[in-house]
Nanobody, 123 residues
Framework: DVQLQASGGGLVQPGGSLRLSCAAS????????IGWFRQAPGKEREGVSC????????FYANSVKGRFTVSSVNANNTVWLQMSSLKPEDTAVYYC????????????????WGQGTLVTVSS
């Protein structure tokens, strides 16, 4: 089975940076997408970014474009989410998820989820 382990969350001041990691294992195919989602208290889960294996094509939500960077280390199936210029509204539980489907823009496109890691942006 595919397993995902997200880590790296914590407390950071506005304007600061944080790097999340997602350790993935158990893939039986070389074609998959790892996505990052977040859910703030009282809000729906939203997509943040994703990266596709093989060609490392990426996608970013408008709310994080230019501030967040997703990258992968295919040798050990680790995906990083570098978050910079953090804002209080970035506060949320961040999840990584995986899918082998051809569509991967929505959370219900993803079949495998890791546990969340809490990011708190506050002074």
């Amino acid at each position: 089975d595919v397993q995902l382990q997200a880590s790296g969350g914590g407390l950071v001041q506005p304007g600061g940076s944080l790097r999340l990691s997602c350790a993935a294992s158990g893939f039986t195919s070389d074609d998959y997408v790892i996505g990052w989602f977040r859910q703030a208290p009282g809000k729906e889960r939203e997509g943040v970014s994703c990266i596709r294996s093989g060609d490392d094509s990426t996608f970013y939500a408008n709310s994080v474009k230019g501030r967040f960077t997703v990258s992968s280390v295919n040798a050990n199936n680790t995906v990083w989410l570098q978050m910079s210029s953090l804002k209080p509204e970035d506060t949320a539980v961040y999840y990584c998820a995986a899918t082998g489907r051809s569509t991967y823009s929505a959370s219900n496109d993803y079949d495998y989820w890791g546990q969340g890691t809490l990011v708190t942006v506050s002074s």
